[in-house]
T-cell receptor, first 115, second 111 residues
């Protein structure tokens, strides 16, 4: 596709449930990033993939959060035992991943609401 | 830890005015700086990327400058239009590939 796509666009779940959020990066982009944006704040980094491996997961808030990218393209962010504080917009971005060019292109986000 | 601050938090201007948005960062050891636009309920649209070796970048009515040594960047918008109304976010890339964002400046251009 032409840009980064994310599904679903909105997700409402109940406290304690498990959710999966999907990201399709721009074709050919080897680097993929997940960010979380709370209301009135800038996005905060969660995890970065280079190819299939998580090169930096230092932003994941706790072990309820996990992300995979098994074939180096599509990525899934998984949240276990959701809490109300997990409510936010989850943004995915991709870039060419070369050291000299890190321009990141963002998807429209998934708005997660935990009731 | 890198911190990014954007001033003002909100700005309202009449159509046609030129305006400047400010961004400051605490650690000058950055690789690049990126300006984004975010419309309500939408994702981020990349506007300009300035590499650490560059002083400015221009795209249409937008001009972004970077003073790495003082930890500052500005986004200049010429001849503002109502369609420019959005939140503008500044982000820096430091040691790793991740971006550190400011909270944004919400711009309203009044017709």
């Amino acid at each position: 596709g032409a840009g980064v796509s994310q599904t679903p666009s909105n997700k409402v779940t109940e406290k304690g449930k498990y959710v999966e959020l999907r990201c399709d990066p721009i074709s050919g982009h080897t680097a993929l990033y997940w960010y979380r944006q709370s209301l009135g704040q800038g996005p905060e980094f969660l995890i970065y993939f280079q190819g299939t491996g998580a090169a930096d997961d230092s932003g994941l808030p706790n072990d309820r959060f996990f992300a995979v990218r098994p074939e180096g393209s599509v990525s899934t962010l998984k949240i276990q035992r959701t809490e109300r504080g997990d409510s936010a917009v989850y943004l995915c971005a991709s870039s060419l991943g070369s050291p000299g060019n890190n321009e990141q292109f963002f998807g429209p986000g998934t708005r997660l609401t935990v009731l | 830890k890198q911190e990014v601050t954007q001033i003002p938090a909100a700005l309202s201007v009449p159509e046609g005015e030129n305006l400047v948005l400010n961004c400051s960062f605490t650690d000058s050891a950055i690789y690049n700086l990126q300006w984004f636009r975010q419309d309500p309920g939408k994702g981020l649209t990349s506007l300009l990327l300035i590499q650490s070796s560059q002083r400015e970048q221009t795209s249409g009515r937008l001009n972004a400058s970077l003073d790495k040594s003082s930890g500052r960047s500005t986004l200049y918008i010429a001849a503002s239009q109502p369609g420019d109304s959005a939140t503008y976010l500044c982000a820096v890339r430091a040691g790793s590939y991740q971006l550190t964002f400011g909270k944004g400046t919400k711009l309203s251009v009044i017709p």
